[in-house]
Structures are given as C-alpha cells and as structure tokens.
C-alpha cells in the first residue's frame, strides 16, 4: 500500500448506508451453492437487482476504456465483456473465478495493469479496476471514526484486544488498511485485528470500509485456517450465507468505498474474519471470530 493523502469533498454517504455499496453483486453472491446474503435494506432484493445492473453497466464500460473496440470481438477479450466474464470477475455465480486460482486471461495482462511476475498482488489490479465503480462512499473523516467507534453493546478490553457482544443484534465497522494502523490490517473500534465473540443466533451487520489508497479489499467470515493460505478462499469458504464482501475499489476524489455484509451466526463456533484478496490475510488481514453459546 502507498500511503499518500487523499483530498475528498465532504459527501452524504454514512457508514449505515442502506446500499452494499461497490460489492452489493458481489456480496450478495455469498458463497457457492448458497443463497444470496442479506442485505441491510428493506427493499434488499430490488436494491440488490438495481446494483447489480448499475455495476455490470459500469464493467462494460470501464472494460471498454482498457480495452477499446477490440473487446467486442471474438476469443478472450469478447468473454471478457460478456455476462460470463463478468460472473467470474466479482463471483455472482459464488467465488470470483480469479480467487479460484484461475489466472486472469492474457488480455487482462497488459500495459502493466497487475505489475509483472506471478506474484503481483491481485488487489492492485482489482483497486484500480473498480476504482470508480457505483455505491457509497464515506470521507476519510467518516473513515476514521468508524475505526475508532466502540460498537453499541461491546464490551471492549483494549489490553486483550477483545470485542463482545451479548446481544442478539451486532453493528461494526471495520475500516482495511487506514492510515495510522500497519498495512494490511483491519482497524475495528479502534484496535488492530481485535478478537469479536458474538451470541450463538445474532444477526450481524458489518460495515467494511477500503482506506488503502492504492489496493483492493474485502472482508469474509470463514470456518477453518484460511489465513495461513496464500489464498484462503481455496482453502476456507464463507462460513455463513451474506458472510463475504469480496473486494472494494481504491478510493477516489468521490470518497472511499463503504460495503455492508450481513449475515445470522447460526452455528456457534470458531472462525475467522479476514481479506479474501490472495495474499492479504497472509500479511495480517485476518482475526478471530467466535460464535459463542455462552448466555
């Protein structure tokens, strides 16, 4: 991540926007062979279609730009611009195809857009790439305090970095890679990486939002060690249906990128919250997330 500041106008979009935001498709997608998440909304399906409908318009067009013409032809750039490539871009049919360990097609290797070698980092080209993509957007200000907000119903212990709810609704944000934190780190009431415990049951809602000027990020809620895995969604899947935000874009003169996931803690257990962009989770974007039985 290349910290640098970002001037941004002062703009209406708060953390509890109703809208998923850049990921709405994305989020809603949950994971593969299940239903699509939740969104925070009471007209969640249409908003979603709407979004969704915005967002695939806005692939085209920003595909178009990279490309020109020529991705209107045949073979792999024609794909590409198609219903079918966009599903395996942002995963509306589940996992996005290039967290799947697909690589991305040739096409979509040029004029330096991921960096060179085997081991760029996918979210450079992903920020980019939906940079200026629909859905909410926060200030840097907006950014900060969700970072910094103690979520109702918490119970903080900053020595332990712990979060605890005991109650059967839970609101939190988390902010990826802010300033003034370690790159590649989640920020949530204040703490790097804290430890969340919430009651077998509750319905979760968490607001993620992308500081990182130059970089791609998510959040997913997993069953298993996924962190320790170069790229955890091909070894760990959401754990719970509307538990993924797959990835926001960086952040522009508009604002920074703001997502909801919501999703109901079913099962009580020991998972994990963390970036699914490979790579990232690998470098600290990850934390315990135990569903407790506990009353």
Not at 29 to 42: D, F, K, L, V, W
Not at 109 to 126: E, H, L, R, V, Y
Not at 227 to 246: C, D, E, K, Y
């Given at each position: ?24 498709f994305i989020t809603a997608c949950g994971t593969s062979g299940q239903t699509p ?130 109650t059967g609704s839970v609101h939190l944000a988390a902010v990826a890679s802010p ?108 934390g315990l997330f135990t569903v407790s039985n506990a009353s």
């Amino acid at each position: 991540m290349m910290r640098r500041q970002i001037k941004t106008p002062a703009i209406a979009a708060a953390l509890a926007a109703a809208g998923l935001g850049t990921a709405v498709f994305i989020t809603a997608c949950g994971t593969s062979g299940q239903t699509p998440g939740i969104a925070a909304s009471a007209s969640a399906t249409a908003g979603t279609r709407a979004s969704a409908q915005d967002s695939y318009s806005y692939y085209r067009s920003m595909m178009g730009r990279y490309f020109g013409g020529s991705m209107m032809g045949g073979g792999a750039r024609s794909w590409m611009m198609s219903p079918a490539g966009y599903r395996w871009m942002t995963g509306l049919n589940g996992v996005p195809g290039w967290m799947r360990g697909g690589h991305f097609p040739a096409v979509m290797m040029g004029s330096g857009m991921m960096g060179t070698g085997t081991s760029a980092d996918p979210g450079k080209f992903m920020g980019r790439l939906w940079a200026d993509a629909p859905g909410p957007r926060v200030t840097p200000a907006q950014a900060t305090r969700a970072g910094n907000q103690i979520p109702p119903g918490a119970h903080i212990n900053q020595a332990a970095r712990t979060i605890t709810f005991t109650t059967g609704s839970v609101h939190l944000a988390a902010v990826a890679s802010p300033a003034g934190s370690p790159d590649e780190t989640f920020r949530i009431a204040g703490m790097v990486n804290p430890k969340i415990t919430v009651p077998a049951g509750a319905q979760v809602s968490i607001q993620v939002v992308n500081a990182d000027p130059d970089t791609a990020h998510g959040l997913v809620v997993t069953s298993g060690l996924g962190q320790s895995s170069w790229m955890p969604m091909m070894t760990s899947r959401p754990a719970f249906t509307g538990a993924a935000l797959w990835f926001l874009g960086n952040p522009t003169a508009a604002g920074m990128h703001a997502g909801t996931l919501a999703f109901a803690a079913a099962t009580s257990g020991t998972y994990h919250y963390l970036c699914p962009v490979p790579g990232h989770a690998q470098k600290g974007m990850a934390g315990l997330f135990t569903v407790s039985n506990a009353s």
